[in-house]
């Protein structure tokens, strides 16, 4: 065989074994990068895509474009402390002992982050953790602190205990750190500083960045603040904190970009739970109940989800929520089962990146306090009050404003939702005694919240912090009290 008979003999061979074997993406063949984004307290409403009145969200608004939007997006629960227990175990924020704000997660829960640190992720988190059982504004957390980030997978963290602001005082893995600027530009910075330093490496990277805005106190830089000079100082302070967050949403996904890593970072964006009532203009797009509540507006947060090498940009009305992002996770990387803890309360949403879904395969289950609901891809039912045994039933595919009570329309599809409710309420009434857990019981207990400044290794920095804005009212209340 001639050399050139040699050459077509060997490119046809290349092209059959191309056929047979097809060369793999670097999404195929590289776990992706993970960052979980999530606002605190932000409204379903107040983003551009869903045309807000007066606030702009450019870099909200391209993620969106070019990735998966989710416009029936759920929160783990009504307040913040419950959903970020949920992102982290994909389970119902009461299985894991976290009933409301300032209780700490379960010693005994198993999170995404360690379980992406054990497949090799450099893990990271940022900003608000408000998973330690303090309660109070954000503090810095201490480095034995027994429920700090590192306990539960992370490897660095810039982090402060509840809600942040500008010019916020923060703990780098256990060290104080005072820092300076709007708190949103703060944690995206250090976020990716640390892309930046573990990149070389090779090493996929898991990123939690909780932010600390829009949550009360408000206050926002002037330039931020500057176009909503005719609201009134709360509103103006909020909005314009949610001008820096985008800003920093923007800084962010440009970093991703620069380090050449946008293609295959999984990048998802969310809230903790529903927006503000006395917020003008409103903060929930005309949907029912603020905050606290299991309306709608208490729950149905923004949602995004960026893959470019996954994902083609649209809009989905699946109704999906935070329990997802570790089912999700886990088949995508090929995380074991014993990762998580059963029973979870998300699924896998690998497969709407890629094609539509008629049907959700479970419901999706809140609890607070004494309210509870059960969400299908059509209906509702919820209660405010358990032991009332008083459900309202409602269709939110044709009243997404909860508006039209039928449960007495729809007696077949109240009786199956409220067997449902119910059936998961005691499966969550199990999983708080500790039953799911190997040892079949809780241990050590939960502890009780307190307020951090009340705790002794706070107080050689009270005479200092009550000089600080964000600490001076709390500090001053509570040495009345005493």
């Not at 923060?170 to 005072?178: A, L, N, P």
């Not at 939960?446 to 009212?473: A, M, T």
Request: glycine share 8%; charged share 25%.
């Amino acid at each position: 065989m001639n050399q050139s008979a040699k050459l077509i003999f060997m490119l046809l061979l290349g092209a059959i074994l191309i056929g047979l074997y097809p060369v793999r993406s670097s999404s195929a063949e590289d776990p992706p990068h993970i960052i979980l984004v999530m606002a605190d307290d932000m409204g379903w409403g107040q983003t551009g895509y869903q045309n807000h009145p007066i606030l702009k969200t450019p870099n909200l608004d391209a993620m969106a474009a070019n990735g998966l939007r989710l416009d029936r997006f759920y929160a783990g629960g009504p307040v913040c402390s419950p959903t970020r227990a949920s992102m982290l175990t994909g389970r119902s924020h009461e299985r894991a002992g976290v009933l409301s704000h300032g209780y700490a997660l379960r010693l005994q829960e198993k999170t995404l982050a360690q379980a992406l640190q054990k497949a090799g992720y450099a893990t990271g988190h940022f900003g608000k953790w408000h998973l330690n059982g303090h309660r109070g504004p954000g503090a810095p957390i201490f480095a034995d602190d027994p429920h700090n980030p590192s306990v539960f997978g992370f490897d660095e963290w810039v982090s402060v205990s509840n809600f942040y602001d500008v010019n916020p005082v923060m703990s780098r893995s256990g060290k104080f750190e005072e820092f300076s600027g709007d708190s949103s530009d703060i944690v995206v910075n250090e976020a990716t500083q640390f892309l930046k330093k573990h990149h070389p490496s090779g090493k996929p990277m898991f990123v939690v960045i909780w932010y600390g805005t829009p949550h009360s106190p408000f206050k926002a830089l002037d330039q931020d603040k500057a176009e909503f000079k005719d609201l009134n100082a709360a509103s103006a302070n909020h909005y314009g904190e949610l001008v820096a967050m985008d800003r920093s949403l923007g800084t962010l996904r440009k970093s991703l970009r620069d380090l050449d890593i946008a293609d295959n970072t999984l990048l998802v964006f969310c809230s903790d739970n529903g927006g503000l009532p006395n917020i003008k203009p409103e903060t929930v797009g005309g949907l029912r109940g603020n905050k606290g509540t299991v309306f709608e507006g208490g729950i149905r947060v923004p949602g995004v989800i960026e893959w470019p090498a996954v994902i083609k940009p649209r809009v989905t009305k699946y109704p999906a929520c935070v329990m997802d992002l570790f089912p999700t996770m886990a088949e995508i990387v090929g995380l074991p089962e014993e990762s998580m803890i059963k029973p979870l309360d998300g699924i896998s949403l690998r497969v709407l990146f890629e094609s539509e879904l008629e049907k959700r395969s479970a419901p999706i289950g809140f609890r607070y306090q004494t309210k509870r609901a059960i969400v299908t891809d059509r209906y509702k039912l919820l209660t405010q009050n358990l032991a009332s045994e008083k459900f309202e039933l409602y269709d939110l595919i044709e009243d997404a404003k909860e508006s039209r009570d039928l449960s007495e329309q729809q007696p077949e599809i109240y009786a199956r939702l409220k067997q449902d409710l119910l059936q998961w309420n005691a499966s969550v009434d199990a999983s708080f005694a500790g039953t799911d857990y190997a040892i079949g019981k809780l241990s050590p207990p939960d502890p009780e919240p307190i307020n951090w400044f009340d705790l002794p290794q706070y107080k050689p920095y009270l005479p200092q912090w009550k000089q600080r804005w964000e600490y001076q009212g709390y500090l001053n209340r509570a040495d009345k009290s005493k």
